[in-house]
């Protein structure tokens, strides 16, 4: 098929309007009346709020409401723990709980108000350390919880696991620590909520669900689901954040139920920073057999992961971490133990990679040393346990398309991988290295109820021009550009002629939103869809006004004509109008749904919940300074397996902004605490990369054409921040000879692993 629009690099439909500066955010919106909130956080990570006094700040000039723990609805909210409230009730469990909001004219007065609130509290004890959160005598972060401060467990065995380790010629294992990581988007949350006088509640919110912010809304405040509505306006990033576990739009939503105005809460970075939510930090025991040849025959894995106060989505990351990159290789045997425990600290959950960045680190690094103790290449190690195109996994993931050997090629080659592996080892002060990683990810994921599908409402106007009515969100990764692509491509019009509609709870068909790098091929598909429906009514009005037979009408250049009397045509605009001026007509109002073909895990874990799975790789090339430990990345390239490149531009922005991410993660970025305190909520004190940290950017694309995605596509760019960890780690360890299991790689952990490198054993 000859495309003209797909498979271009195009630039976001969006874009003119963020150059300009004229994409309204949350922070942009003005309302007639308009008030605003500020919220007051808990300074102990787990004290009982004895008393609280708010007469000084109600009795303050310009603010309109003082609300705290006492005032909101008695009903807990939450994925599927339902632990938390609106405000905190009673005690507080983490450093940044909000115990209090207030309502003013201004910022300022609010601001003010807050330091007019005085909170008698009693410090309690506080569970800080997640080994010791299993203690028998370690304070419970949920007295009532019926598991003390286990908030999950998972349990999964495959296969003969200790036979499979017997008959190993290398049997390895290691521990690893990841930390957490601070999504990092450019805009913080913020909120804009308004009850109308007919009780109905409008929320505006950065969200990457319109559907599934509007259902947290209902359970929080306890009022009917079909009573709220939620806009999203545009969004400046999310990366799991903006999902389902931010307070911000809760807190807002009920100001605005004790106000008769509109109610504005906008995070500063600090308020972002401890209202959380980071990814899950956890400490991973692994062991693997592998063969001579380098074939895996046994993985057995323990994971102790922190979810902070609350759990949010974070049981669904831990289960990621436990079993997702099992589905990579041709394993047999596998075993996996994970416990998620609660502590006294800010929340973890949902981030980019989601759960899948923990284990690439250890997986990755595990791989490389076991391949040099083997005297192997570590990228033939993947390619000769790669899963296939056609292949079922351990866990039951049915695999339509695999580009992971491809991958692997290509970053090998762009990095010049023999040639540089092979040349003799620096040492001199300053010396180099190379290290590589590849990974798996989903594309779409039947876990979260089951239906993974996606609607979309497609409008032809009279013009002939096309409005996309969808609740999958744009957060900026370019789901509307994809979208709009894939319309023009399919119905034969413009791409300027194509709006896609800011999703909207109350016209906007039901969606999951972005998650999982499901919208691509779950949206995606169901768009073509939608434009083949509206294409097939164009042809058939065009057939009757023409007066010619439907298989005998002609498309081309925005006009129609029939092909055996070319003479006879009209304009695309002239048959859309004829499409509702004539009897029984009416307007080209299409929708479609597509809900891929898979099936959710059982009990035991076992099921294909996506219908396509999405690869990558990455090859780095560092710099070690052996005498300060500072680690620089001389040259990276990621490859990325999406299946189809509906648009390359995007796909390598995105690509490569997952690299860039994983960088920070790797080397800059580390959240400094003390007693459950942070210390560097901001972007003075949280270091992440900036461009004079970066080497030029380089990646590639693998198209392995999946069957089940729109013109072949699947999920891109989430896959690509998987590696960059263990590929700067391998290479760190092919520089210097010391392996960093513990993250982020620090120059002093480097300084230290040489020195200890040095001394002679006891």
């Known amino acids: 098929m000859q495309t003209k629009v797909v498979g271009q690099p195009v630039p976001q439909v969006s874009a003119r309007e963020k150059v300009l500066g004229r994409a309204a955010y949350v922070g942009d919106l003005k309302f007639a009346g308009m008030l605003h909130a500020k919220v007051l956080r808990s300074p102990y990570p787990h004290a009982r709020i004895v008393h609280v006094d708010t007469a ?176 999203q306006p545009t969004v400046g990033g999310g990366f799991g954040g903006k999902i389902v576990e931010e307070r911000n739009s809760v807190i807002a939503a009920f100001l605005a139920t004790k106000v008769d105005r509109p109610v504005r809460l906008l995070n500063n970075r600090l308020d972002d920073f401890q209202g959380g939510c980071f990814s899950v930090p956890c400490r991973i ?89 083997l005297g192997l290449d570590v990228a033939n190690v993947h390619r000769l346990n790669a899963i296939r195109a056609g292949d079922i996994s351990v866990h039951g993931w049915t695999f339509g398309s695999s580009g992971l050997v491809q991958c692997v090629d290509q970053v090998t080659q762009a990095l010049d991988w023999q040639t540089k592996r092979r040349r003799p080892k620096d040492k001199g002060v300053r010396r180099r290295g190379v290290g590589m990683a590849a990974v798996m990810h989903v594309s779409g994921n039947r876990t979260m109820g089951n239906w993974d599908g996606s609607t979309v409402v497609l409008k032809v106007n009279e013009d002939g021009r096309a409005f996309i009515q969808t609740a ?151 710099e070690v300074d052996v005498e300060t430990g500072q680690v620089t990345i001389l040259d990276s390239f990621v490859s990325d397996d999406c299946g189809k490149a509906i648009n390359p531009l995007a796909v390598h922005g995105q690509s490569n902004g997952a690299v860039v991410q994983a960088m920070g993660w790797t080397l800059y970025e580390n959240l400094q605490f003390e007693g459950g305190r942070l210390l560097n909520g901001n972007f003075a004190d949280y270091n992440m990369p900036t461009s004079d940290a970066l080497p030029t950017l380089r990646g590639g694309i693998v198209e392995s054409d999946d069957p089940n995605g729109p013109m072949g596509a699947k999920g891109a760019s989430e896959t690509a921040i998987l590696p960059g960890a263990p590929a700067i780690a391998n290479a760190v360890f092919d520089a210097v000879g010391v392996r960093i299991t513990t993250l982020p790689v620090t120059p002093e952990k480097v300084l230290a692993a040489l020195i200890a490198k040095e001394q002679p054993h006891a």
Request: net charge negative; hydrophobic share 40%.
């Open 472 to 622: 999958e969100s744009d957060m900026g990764q370019g789901a509307n550009t994809m979208l709009s692509q894939l319309c023009a491509e399919t119905l034969g019009i413009p791409l300027e002629h194509i709006t896609v509609v800011a999703p909207d709870t109350d016209t906007a068909p039901y969606a999951i939103g972005s998650l999982a790098s499901r919208v691509t091929i779950n949206a995606g598909n169901a768009m073509i869809r939608a434009a083949r429906q509206a294409r097939d009514q164009i042809l058939a009005a065009a057939a009757e006004k023409l007066g010619c037979p439907l298989d005998d009408v002609q498309w081309s250049d925005g006009r129609l004509f029939c092909r055996a009397s070319p003479e006879k045509s009209a304009t695309l605009p002239e048959v859309c109008r004829y499409h509702v001026y004539r009897v029984g007509g009416e307007g080209i109002h299409v929708r479609a749904t597509y809900d891929p073909p898979t099936r959710m895990m059982d009990a035991d874990h076992y099921g294909n919940i996506a219908p396509a799975y999405s690869f990558a790789a990455q090859a780095v090339e560092v």
């Open 285 to 373: 025991w692994l062991k693997m057999g592998m063969s001579r040849s380098g074939q895996i025959l046994a993985k057995d894995v323990r994971i102790l992961a922190d979810c902070g106060a609350y759990a949010g989505l974070a049981p669904e990351v831990m289960l990621v971490t436990a079993m997702r990159s099992d589905n990579m290789h041709r394993l047999e045997n596998v075993r996996s133990h994970a416990q998620l425990v609660y502590t006294h600290k800010i929340p973890r959950g949902a981030f980019r990679g989601f759960g899948g960045t923990q284990m690439a680190f250890a997986l990755n690094s595990h791989l490389s040393t076991m391949a040099d103790k």
């Open 56 to 231: 000084a700040a109600r009795a303050l000039p310009g603010v309109k409401a003082v609300v705290t723990g006492r005032d909101v609805p008695g009903r807990c909210w939450g994925v599927k723990h339902k632990q938390q409230r609106v405000l905190a009730v009673d005690r507080v469990r983490f450093v940044g709980e909000e115990v209090a909001a207030v309502v003013a004219v201004d910022e300022d007065t609010a601001r003010d108000a807050l330091d007019l609130i005085h909170i008698e509290y009693e410090e309690l004890p506080a569970t800080i350390d997640p080994e010791q959160a299993l203690w028998p005598d370690a304070p419970k972060v949920h007295e009532n919880a019926p598991n003390g401060n286990l908030a999950d467990e998972i349990r999964i065995s495959r296969g003969d696991v200790d036979s499979a380790f017997a008959n190993a010629d290398l049997v390895h294992e290691e521990v690893y620590e990841v930390h957490s990581q601070y999504p990092g988007y450019m805009e913080p949350m913020g909120t804009v909520a308004e009850v109308d006088a007919n009780d109905r509640l409008t929320v505006w919110t950065s969200t990457q669900s319109v559907f599934l912010a509007r259902a947290r809304l209902a359970e929080a405040l306890d009022r009917p689901l079909s009573s709220i509505r939620v806009i």
